[in-house]
């Protein structure tokens, strides 16, 4: 065997997560609003992380206990 070949490493190019609801300045996530919780979860009903959808903490837990309230509701699965 002749001598390894050092590998290159690729930079990775990091996107910078903005959290859509501040940008939109929504104050308050209503749990009757079925379309916006549809798109913070998964097609089983799990509630997407903060890590992959980007929103700030305080609209992470307004969104939790939204989708949870629309749950007990049966609004969404």
Do not use: W
């Amino acid at each position: 065997m002749g001598p390894s070949k050092p590998r290159r490493r690729r930079k990775r190019i990091v996107r910078i997560k903005v959290c859509r609801l501040c940008e939109n300045r929504i104050k308050y996530i209503d749990f009757k609003d079925v379309d916006l919780l549809r798109r913070y979860q998964t097609e089983k009903g799990r509630i997407l992380p903060r890590r992959i959808t980007g929103t700030c903490f305080q609209h992470q837990k307004m969104l939790a206990e939204s989708i949870k309230r629309a749950r007990n509701l049966a609004m969404v699965m």
